[in-house]
């Protein structure tokens, strides 16, 4: 069993910065790739960043420049440096994992449950 734990969110006022955390535990044999999302209240989940195991990354138009996804194969981790953070950042993080649990296995999607970031005015 394949498990996401994501850490870093919280309160930060406008213009500030914070660092989404993501790590993944349990049988992981190969992760390719890895995926932020976020939903903000009313909204549909959207995807923020990803980087994939090449290391080439994708970005929203809306926070291109301003956030940086980055990975750490070794501690099957993803990062999220989230900085000049807006109003309209505030929403739910969720990573996603695209990966296999063995080298014969289906790559399989799982989740986190999700981390809390707020920006005030």
């Known amino acids: 069993q394949v498990q996401l734990v994501e850490s870093g969110g919280g309160l930060v006022q406008a213009g500030g910065s914070l660092r989404l955390s993501c790590a993944a535990s349990g049988r992981i044999f190969s992760i390719n790739t890895m995926d932020w999302y976020r939903q903000a209240p009313g909204n549909q989940r959207e995807l923020v960043a990803r980087?994939?195991?090449?290391?080439?990354?994708i970005y929203a138009d809306s926070v291109k420049g301003r956030f940086t996804i980055s990975r750490d194969n070794a501690k099957n981790t993803a990062y999220l440096q989230m900085n000049s953070l807006k109003d309209e950042d505030t929403g739910v993080y969720y990573c996603?994992?695209?990966?296999?649990?063995?080298?014969?296995?289906?790559?399989?999607?799982?989740w986190g449950q999700g981390t809390q970031v707020t920006v005030s005015p």
């Open positions: 980087i994939v195991s090449g290391g080439s990354t």
């Open positions: 996603a994992f695209n990966g296999r649990i063995s080298v014969t296995s289906r790559p399989n999607w799982y």
